[in-house]
């Protein structure tokens, strides 16, 4: 079990945050701005091909290193270097935690337990690699020889999010010979819905499940199979049109696909950890084997900077420790993710589980309450330039603090006249607007009547980072999406909880299966077995259902 260190509100670092935070409290960014005017080139750090400008954070030098502190005491270094030699840093699962290993070159050595997984990883790549190269080139065919035209892929949480959001993000770079398609949800109008104008004779499942016991995957999975055999009429045909990704060999098998059909990964490659396994098949048969392996380059670049960077240049610490900051000690609930690229228009649906599912705790490793301090913020967002339209009102003038990630790009995939200019015209005034307002006094020099001004006044000090890059390519997603996973890392450690289990979906499901049962007995459910809301629905749902 654990030993309890330090309470984290006990440290000298966070005791000297606070005072700091209490001292510096009034400071606004337009007066930081103006008693430094190289700030704006000095708060920022630069690594695998990203630059992070974190200027316009309510943060100071001292701020900085009073953070940087923070993090040396809690040990963020000893730990990410447990985590990377293959500790088992996930305590309340007993397992290594090393989604690093995915993208370790052929030559380096990662232990579990004695044994060097870096083969087993790279044998893996090299079949899927394989595979993706023989739909992309029509030489795998479907049952009845015609070739794939169309990919679904069957999985959800951390089996749907990535190859989701990587597919949308890397369209650019996709193949335009196939469709993809992305199945999670147990309500069968995804299922129904994705599958609608697809020809079963040309339609590649993948089924991605960790588990392979996940209820609605195997829903889903079941459904999809029927549909397959309901136009091909041959129990042959499943061995030709579904693969699967899994930890769970015999369960596949079980299901009916042919293990030599299955791509394995490992219990220490967590769910929302796992884009980058071969639950990223689908993002390889989109890119190719090529601009899947560029991916993991870029993922792998960040993993060296993030091991190899002072703490006070390393982006996804500086990320981590912000977010802390803007979280325990200026008490922003949620924070924003705000990505300046339609592509991107699914990383903050990713970012919420990698962020929340991590670190959404409330006990620490040792299994103590956390009372006194905010663990996870509760991460939301849209690409721009479409959420000013709507919610960007509450962020500049609204009563909640609302931290933000700007996300740009200096080359658009798609130039298009101005819009690439404009685009990132509106990145730069939001951070702008965002940090500097509008005071009373500019608003009364336009001429404003006095009973106007404080509705168009703008209080700015809302803090935001801009990470910028240059384009976005398989590359640049793998570094984007591995600045995310160390900064949670950071802020797991820091906050003291196991950020690699999900304890808290478990009663969820449990009920779940409780009452599908109910719902589907013959005999009403027996009183008193659940609290009266819920009887009184379950009553309803049951007579109503048809
Ligand atoms: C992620 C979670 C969770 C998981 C899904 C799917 O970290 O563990 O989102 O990925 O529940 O699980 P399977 O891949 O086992 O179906």
């Known amino acids: 079990m654990p030993i309890e260190r330090t309470p984290l509100t006990r440290t000298p670092a966070w005791a000297n945050l606070a005072a700091h935070r209490d001292a510096s409290r009034g400071a606004h960014l337009r007066e930081l701005f103006a008693a430094d005017p190289a700030r704006g080139e000095r708060l920022v750090a630069e690594g695998a ?3 992070l400008d974190y200027s316009k954070q309510r943060v100071t030098d001292e701020t900085m290193r009073l953070l940087v502190r923070l993090a040396e005491e809690r040990g963020v270094v000893a730990r990410r270097e ?4 293959g500790e088992k840093i996930n305590v309340t699962e007993r397992r290594a935690v090393l989604h690093v290993a995915l993208r370790a070159p052929r030559t380096e050595r990662i232990l579990v337990d004695g044994k060097d997984v870096v083969p087993e990883v790279h044998a893996v790549l090299d079949r899927m690699s394989d595979f993706a190269e023989r739909v992309r080139s029509g030489a795998w ?12 892929n069957v999985g959800i949480g951390g ?3 990535g190859p989701m959001m990587a597919y949308e993000a890397l369209r650019h770079h996709a193949t335009r010979e196939l469709a993809f398609r992305f199945v999670s949800n147990v309500d069968g109008t995804d299922l129904v819905e994705a599958t609608r104008d697809l020809d079963p004779a040309e339609t590649l499942f993948i089924v991605s499940s960790k588990t392979f016991t996940t209820i609605e995957t195997m829903t889903n999975a079941a459904s999809a199979r029927a549909w397959l055999l309901a136009a091909l009429k041959d129990e042959r045909a499943v061995a030709r049109h579904f693969v699967a990704v899994s930890t769970n060999e015999a369960q596949v098998r079980r299901f009916g696909i042919d293990p030599a059909n299955m791509f394995g990964f490992w219990d220490w490659v967590g769910g929302r950890y796992s884009m980058d396994s071969a639950i990223g098949l689908s993002t390889m048969i989109a890119v190719g084997s090529e601009g899947f392996r560029e991916l ?3 993922f792998r670049a960040m993993d060296e900077h993030f091991r190899t960077a002072p703490l006070d240049r390393n982006l996804p610490v500086l990320v981590g420790l912000l977010g802390i900051w803007n979280t325990d000690f200026l008490g922003a609930a949620t924070a924003a993710i705000l990505p300046y690229d339609q592509y991107l228009r699914r990383f903050p649906a990713y970012l919420q589980q990698l962020a929340m599912e991590s670190n959404g705790k409330r006990v620490t490793l040792a299994g103590a309450s956390i009372t006194d301090y905010a663990t996870s913020p509760i991460w939301w967002g849209e690409p721009g330039t479409n959420g000013q339209h709507s919610f960007y009102q509450l962020l500049h003038q609204g009563t909640h603090l609302v931290p933000c990630d700007l996300v ?4 658009s995939a798609n130039p298009l006249g101005r819009h690439h200019d404009l685009l990132v015209a509106n990145l730069l005034a939001q951070g702008e607007a965002l940090a500097f307002g509008k005071t009373a006094a500019e608003v009364r020099a336009e001429g404003t009547p006095e009973w106007l001004v404080p509705h168009r006044t703008f209080p700015g000090n809302r803090p935001t980072s801009t990470i910028f890059a240059d384009e976005l390519r398989p590359a640049t997603l793998g570094a984007l999406v591995a600045l995310y996973e160390h900064a949670v890392f950071t802020q797991g450690v820091i906050w003291g909880v196991d950020s690699f289990d999900q304890w808290g979906v478990e009663l969820g499901k449990v009920l779940a299966t409780r009452l599908v ?3 589907e007995a013959a005999a009403e459910p027996a009183a008193g077995a659940h609290d009266s809301s819920t009887s009184a629905l379950l009553r309803r749902y049951r007579a109503r259902r048809g």
């Open 49 to 51: 091909g990203l630059y």
């Open 82 to 85: 447990a985590m990377f030699a």
């Open 296 to 298: 993991l380059a870029g």
């Open 159 to 161: 089996s749907d999010l």
């Open 408 to 411: 740009g790009f200096c080359r």
């Open 141 to 152: 065919t479907g049952f009845t020889g015609r070739r794939i035209r169309a990919v679904v």
């Open 517 to 519: 049962a109910e719902i």
